[in-house]
């Protein structure tokens, strides 16, 4: 809901041109009806909610495709100006929209579930339903509800997640259907990534997002040693491996030892040789370029594979970007292109 919510508010405002007055309502009746039917679902057939909400998961998934293949910018100028926007504080502190917006979120969520009949209704629910049901509480109806609100809240979280990203991505959220839960935390420490906190070499207007390869490399550091640090004294020597979540839509450019052009002289500040991030759209011409050489080659129509289209949010079109951009990659010591985790 969340990956669907992303394509159809960005569709609506960019490709559509509607107002964010209309995309807003559209997009949380949108996850609210989603939710209102799968809800239907389980309580009139009385069918497993975990295989309903399954099942929701991959039409929701897919039409994000039907949508647009392609990631969608978003232009939009109050969706720029709420995304880089801050709400002051006492003294220096401020918070960004998206957290005000969950922070609302979570004292309507606690007024409800105490001052209201809905509230005190789902808790009785879920203390013993037979027994709700011998009191006279609505508990289909307010089953249903539950179902509702979900979608609603993710449609809504759908929102909040274009401001930080100012796009819509079909595979937004993935990965957050399932939740493993069967492994105890023992300690956990968070490192920012400093120059992509100040900003650095990314340009939204011309939707260019760049990261400099030492924001990972200090930010793993910093994050294990914090918690092993908290874990107490010699707890290194008990740590059989560490496990790394990686994508493989983030390129970069390297020399033929694989170090990341930007570690080398020459390449510290220039944001054509850091990791090029999924959601930069720079590449625009060269993928009109490759798609017209793709299609009229005289051999095999290569966008065929693609929906027809080579998008320019590829791996390929915008590694193709970055070193076209670049003269004096042409000229780095073997140069080449890697992924890694974004």
Known sequence: MLALSTMVASSLLEKSHLSPILVIPIV???????????????????????????AGLYPARGLCYVVSIDTIAITNQFWQNTAYSRLDLIGYNSITPGAAIAIVVVLAGLYMSRFTKFGRTVYAIGGNEQSALLMGLPVAGTKIAIYALNGFCSALAGIVFTFYTLSGYALNGKGMELDAGDGKELASEVSYYRRWAAGLYCDSARNMFRQHPLDYTESLEESVRGALHKLGKNAGSRVGGIGIDTTGSTPCAVDRGGTPLALTKGFEENPNAMFVLWKDHTAVE????????????GGTDFTKYEGGRIPPSGSGRRSFTSCARTPRCAGAPSPGWSTATG
Do not use: D, H, K, S
């Open 28 to 54: 949380l009746a949108m996850g609210t009806a989603l939710g209102l039917f799968m809800g239907y679902l389980i309580q009139a057939f009385n069918c497993p909610p975990f295989i309903i909400t399954l």
């Open 286 to 297: 060269e993928a009109e370029l490759i798609n017209r050489v793709a299609r009229g080659w």
